[in-house]
Structures are given as C-alpha cells and as structure tokens.
C-alpha cells in the first residue's frame, strides 16, 4: 500500500506505544513523513523515543495533547520540544498534567520554551486544560521570541499571576485565551509597559477573577491598555454584579480608547441585573461602544433594559428574569434596525406586541424558545420577511395560524416542539408542503388529539418528509387513545360516525326537554309565584308610611253609572251619607262613570 500521499494521520485514543519503546518510532512512520496533520491526542506514543517528530518533513499541525492512564506528560519535555519538526505552524499541547505546581518534571519553564523557537512558522500555540504545566505563573519574557505567534491558549491551565511583561514580544498576537486561570491580579500590564498589543483583536477574560467587583475597587486597571484593535472581549463569569460608569471607568481607563474599537463584548454568567442606558445608547457622544455589533448577557438574572445601541446586529438575553404580562422590558429593542439575531429564550414572557420586531427588516433567526407564550399575534412577523429559523419550543401555545408565517419566503426552519398544540390544521399543513425553502418542522413533545376527523393529520405525517421523528409521536386525547401512535392509530369507524352523532342529537334533545320542564309549571302556577311579590311591595309600601293629604285635592272620588237607577240610588241614599258621617268636612269628586273607586286620604 502507498502511503506517501497521506495527508493526515489520526491515532487519538489508541495505544502504539510499542512501536516506540524499542526505537523503531522513526521507521515505523518513515513511509508518511510527508503527512501534514497528525494527531496523537490520548496514547503513550512518546514513551519511547521522544524523537520520532523528527521524521515528519511537512508536518504543519500537531495534537500532542496527553491524557495517559496517569494524566502525566511526557518526562522529558525539553527533548520532546526540541525535536518538534520545524515547518510546523499549529502545535495543540493539551492536557497535560503536572504531579506538582513547581518542581513537576512536565512544568515548562523558559527553557523548555526556547525548546520551541525554533519553529519560525509558528502561528498558534494552545496548552488547554493542561493543570499547572507553567507552575503556578507565567514569568517575564516567558514568550519572547515567537514572532510570527498569533493565536495563544493558555485557558484552564491553574495560573494564579501573570507578570507585566509576560507577552511581550508577540506583537503579532490576534487571540489570546486566558479563561479559567484564578489570576486575580489586576494591575499587570502583560504586553509590558508600553502596553505592546497593536494586534490584539480577541480576548478572553472569562473565569479569570480579573474584573470582579472585587478587584475593580482599586484603580488604576492597567490590563486593557493600548489594545486600539480589540474588536472582541469576554468578561463572562467574572463575578460582576454592576455595569456602571465606575466599573467601566475602571477596566477600559477612557484615555486609551480601547472600548471605541470592541465589536463583540460578551457578559454571560454574571449578575448583572440592568443594562445602562447611557453606556449602550444611541447617542455616540456618550456610547462607550459605537461600533458594538454583538452583546451577549446570558444567565445573569437581567431584569431591566436600558437603550441599547442601534447597530447591533447580534443580541442573547438568554436565561435572564425578564418577565411580564406584557413586553414592556422589551421595548428597548424596538428600534434595532439591523438586528439579525435575537434570542430571548428562558425567560419569563407571557405575551408579545405585535410591533416588537416590527423594525427588524434584516432579522434571519429569533429564539424565544422555553417562556410562558400561550398567544402570539398573526402579525408579529409580518414585517421580518428574511427570517430563516424560528424557535418556539417550550411554550404554552394552543393554536398556531399560517399566515403569521405567510410572506417569510426564505423560512426555512420553525420549531413548535414541546407547546400544547392537539394538532396541526389543515390550513398549516398546506403551508408547509407548498414552501419550497422550508426543510424543517419540528412539533414533537405536544399533546396530539387522535379523536374523530383526524385522519387527515395523520396522512400527512406519513406523506411529508419536513416533520422529524414523526413515528415518536403519541396521542393525548382521548382516553381511550392515550400513549397510542400519532403514525398507526385507527380511527374508531363506530365511535366517529354512530356514538358521537347520537350523543350530540341526545345531548340537544335532553336540554330542551328540562327547559320545558321548568318553564311549563312556572307558567301554570305563574299567579301563585306572583303573590308573594305582591305581597312583599304591599309590605315596603306600609312601611314607607307614604301620606298624600299634603297633595290630594279631594277626600273622596267617587265614579258611578247614573244611567242605573239601582246603582244611583245606592250611592246617593247609602254610600254618600255613610261617608260623611265617618268624617266631617270631606270634598267628594263625583264622575258618572261605568266605575266606582274610592279613595280616601288620611
């Protein structure tokens, strides 16, 4: 077999180290000297002979990370770095691990790193994860020489002090990882003190200690100074509880303008609970950050959002207390205009106004994924025409309309997931098959109603291929469905077509039979039931002590028929006499009527 023309060699977790021991390493891999990449992650490949490297012409990259059986390096480090091939540019020398911070045969100290000057190609060197393979700090100097280095990872690697200087000499260097170091320190310069870091455009400070409201009391903050091209920083988990004009002050030291330059600022796992108006503003004369683009303030319990800066194109607010009735924290994100990426997830929102993203006419993806939404409006997309992933899982909606989705020509993903939609209609369906960009929609985790006349949701999950995992999908409702198959269950033909007619007609039929039975004996007896009304008013009456002799013209009205002679004799000779001997001084009115009412005033 020829090998000569092999380009790349993986050997990561496997155990060769016996090719090595004896010192046939060199021939064994002589025959793909002129392999470009090889990777030895995890083995005992150096055990042996520590030379082998040297039979590689081309080698370019190089994995020598070790995570042996007893996570030690190799015990003669400054031969194994000697020998490194020269044309080498990346060289990955991950977890490694020191038995002790200082005196550790695996711990690289300036001489072990002269070891590795002689790689004039060399443009990236990372000792990730590897625990106190620079003891316990980096010295002085320690990476002067590296000229052409542009990428160093030093992240996790047990550092508790940089001295000034440290980087000095790399003024090449564009991404410098410093994460999960305790350092602490905070007034070294580590570019020394003319603040030699012209290139320098990303930074990462996570975990560090460096930027705590701890350390951030005492001033001056020296570590950011003259780095005019930092375009991204992490400042994540640093313990920071306020970004007001003290702690910014204090890390950025206004006089060098190194904030003026920063496009990507990331502050996750923090605690900082509002974001400033005055430093995230529109207004340029007081922004600290006039070309930010990206800002990511995850998990950090965020509750208020002050006026952020209008050319973000990238906003995470992830994870925060952002919660209300209404999306009135929201409102600050109105305005961003060339926002692409937003990405509310994991709060607390119930509702959404219709023009939150109304003025988002470049928006391509929104996560507002694991709130409490039980609506959304059919026009809050209406204006985000270049959406092409949307990401609603983990929320309370019931319904879910087309046309909320309808003028997106370049959707080509949507994510219901895990909400409690029994169904999707036939009217969204459609939607689906007929958009030629969309490839994915994702409804699993809802409670699926399998009842009568839903065979044609179940058609189409077996006709479309845009839905994934659709044979995991199980019914909710009814009962007597519950944890069948969304794919295979069968409709009850008997239940559907013969017992659900009959017990809508009998539930029709049974209600207007009680009405009429409570109607008909409330008519019958409908005197009876108004007696005690009359009563009740005869009572209130009485007891208003109502008098009329203040307004009454007459004591007595009298209207009888003067055409019968019985009834005038009677009035005239019987009653007439009866009540003007009952009381003396009485003004009768008397009206020849077919009537006879009369009413005395008291």
């Known amino acids: ?41 995890d083995t005992d490949f150096f055990f042996g002979d520590q030379r082998v490297l040297s039979v590689f012409e081309q080698l370019e990259v190089l994995d020598i990370g070790f995570n042996s059986p007893y996570r030690r390096c190799p015990k003669d480090a400054d031969t194994l770095l000697n020998n490194l091939p020269p044309t080498l540019a990346e060289v990955y020398m991950r977890r490694w691990r020191a038995e002790e911070p200082a005196s550790a045969s695996c711990a690289l100290d300036r ?17 990730q994860y590897s625990d106190r393979v620079f003891g316990i700090g980096l010295g002085k100097d320690l990476f002067n020489g590296f000229k052409k280095l542009r990428s160093l990872d030093i992240r996790f690697c047990g550092l508790t002090t940089i001295e000034s200087g440290a980087f000095s000499g790399l003024n090449l260097l564009e991404d410098l ?38 350390t951030l009391q005492y001033r001056p903050f020296k570590m950011l100074m003259s780095m005019p091209k930092l375009k991204e920083l992490s400042l994540s988990r640093n313990f920071i509880h306020a970004f007001d004009a003290f702690h910014l002050e204090t890390i950025f030291n206004f006089q060098n303008l190194t904030h003026r330059s920063i496009t990507h600022l990331t502050l996750d796992d923090n605690f900082i609970s509002a974001l400033s108006d005055h430093f995230f503003g529109s207004d340029y004369s007081c922004s600290l950050f006039p070309c930010l683009t990206h800002l990511n303030v995850r998990r950090n319990g965020l509750k ?13 607010l992830g994870q925060n207390k952002l919660f209300a009735n209404y999306d009135k924290n929201l409102n600050a994100i109105r305005q961003l205009r060339w926002l692409q990426y937003l990405s509310i997830r994991d709060n607390r929102l119930r509702n959404l106004s219709e023009g939150l993203l109304s003025s988002m006419d470049h928006l391509t993806y929104v996560d507002l994924s694991k709130n409490e939404l039980s609506h959304l409006s059919r026009s809050l997309f209406a204006r985000n ?27 080509e993903s949507v994510d219901l997931s895990n909400n409690r939609l029994p169904a999707v209609t036939p009217e969204m ?13 994702k409804i699993s985790g809802n409670p699926f109603n ?83 009304r009359v009563v009740a008013r005869a ?40 009540v003007e001997e009952e009381r003396e001084n009485q003004t009768v009115c008397y009206i020849y009527r077919m009537l006879m009412v009369i009413w005395f005033c008291a």
């Open 429 to 441: 369906t459609s939607f689906v098959d007929s958009h030629l960009a969309l490839t994915t929609f």
């Open 1 to 41: 077999m020829d090998l000569s023309s092999l380009k790349t060699i993986n050997l990561s977790g496997s155990r060769v180290a016996s090719n090595c021991v004896y010192g046939t390493g060199a021939d064994f891999f002589y025959p793909v000297r002129k392999v470009l990449k090889l990777n030895v992650t």
């Open 450 to 532: 399998c009842g009568c006349g839903m065979t044609y949701f179940q058609d189409w999950l077996k006709k479309t291929a845009k839905v994934p995992e659709v044979k995991y999908f199980k019914c909710s409702f009814p009962s007597s469905m519950m944890a069948e198959y969304v794919y295979s269950f069968v409709e009850d033909e008997f239940q559907c077509r013969i017992t659900l007619p009959l017990m809508i007609f009998g539930s029709i039929f049974g209600g207007l039979l009680l009405t009429m039975m409570c109607v008909l004996p409330c008519y019958k007896y409908r005197w009876y039931l108004g007696h005690p």
């Open 385 to 411: 025409v270049r959406l092409k992933q949307i990401d609603l899982s983990w929320n309370l909606l019931t319904t879910i309309d087309e046309v909320m989705f309808s003028k997106m020509s370049t959707l």
């Open 111 to 127: 001489t072990s790193l002269d070891g590795l000057k002689h790689l004039t190609n060399l443009t990236l060197l990372s000792f």
């Open 539 to 578: 009572v209130i009456d009485r007891l208003r002590m109502v008098r009329f002799e203040h307004t009454c013209m007459y004591d007595a009205f009298i209207s009888y028929n003067n055409d019968d002679e019985q009834d005038s004799d009677w009035v005239t000779n019987v009653l007439l006499p009866s």
């Open 304 to 316: 208020l959002i002050g006026e952020l800066c209008p050319n973000l194109k990238h906003l995470d």
């Open 177 to 214: 990882f410093l994460a999960g170091n305790p350092i602490g320190s905070r007034n070294i310069q580590p570019f020394g003190p003319t603040g030699a870091g012209p290139h320098l455009i990303f930074l990462d400070l996570t975990s560090t200690d460096i930027i705590s409201d701890n």
